[in-house]
């Protein structure tokens, strides 16, 4: 067995994957039904667990996920909905639980980011709890506030986020998405 590959490819067998995940050196990208400022995901379900209003896509391998590999989250639709002060059901770890169920959780966790359509965050809020990075341009602290179950934490001037330079609008455009899906989940 020689050393994991460092090129970006689009196959990668069985023997890198377990190579990627032991080395704890795999970056996830999940999106959440719910998501709270500790950095929890419910995928499962809505509403009481005895009796849930929703029944979602379930855990699928979310916890592993969030303890094994760098994770990241996409929502496509920031809301109260979504980003809730208490996910009702827990399907991906946050910082908080991972510390509490010891090293074997805590040791590969790192909850990177969560992208919006309103803006970037991260963990780096008092006790590990999500933090406002930069709001997307034209999006107002105050937006972003009412769109969000739980206070907003900013930590100090957030500026906002870059825009995608011609070339990278470039190979989005031509080289990873030319038919334009992204514009079904996010309007232009």
């Known amino acids: 067995m020689g050393e994991p590959s460092t090129q970006a490819s689009g196959y990668l067998p ?86 509490a169920a010891g090293l074997s959780a805590s040791r590969f966790h790192r909850l990177h980011r969560v992208v919006t359509n309103l803006g970037v965050f991260d963990f780096s809020g008092p006790d590990d709890n999500m933090a406002l990075i930069t709001p997307h341009p034209g999006v107002s602290l105050a937006e972003m506030q009412d769109a969000t179950g739980f206070p907003v934490h900013v930590s100090g001037p957030t500026g906002t986020t870059r825009l995608p330079d011609e070339q990278e609008l470039r190979l989005i455009r031509a080289v990873l998405d030319p038919s334009a899906r992204r514009e079904e989940e996010v309007s232009p």
């Open 14 to 99: 069985y023997r890198e994957l377990f190579e990627l995940i032991a080395a704890g050196r795999r970056h996830v990208v999940m999106g959440a039904a719910q998501l709270d400022r500790q950095g929890n995901q419910n995928l499962s379900a809505i509403g009481a667990h005895e009796r849930p209003h929703r029944q979602l896509l379930g855990a699928r391998a979310a916890a592993t996920n969030t303890v094994n590999h760098a994770t990241s989250y996409w929502i496509a639709k920031h809301n109260r909905r979504t980003l809730v002060e208490h996910v009702d059901f827990v399907t991906g770890v946050g910082p908080a639980r991972a510390k």
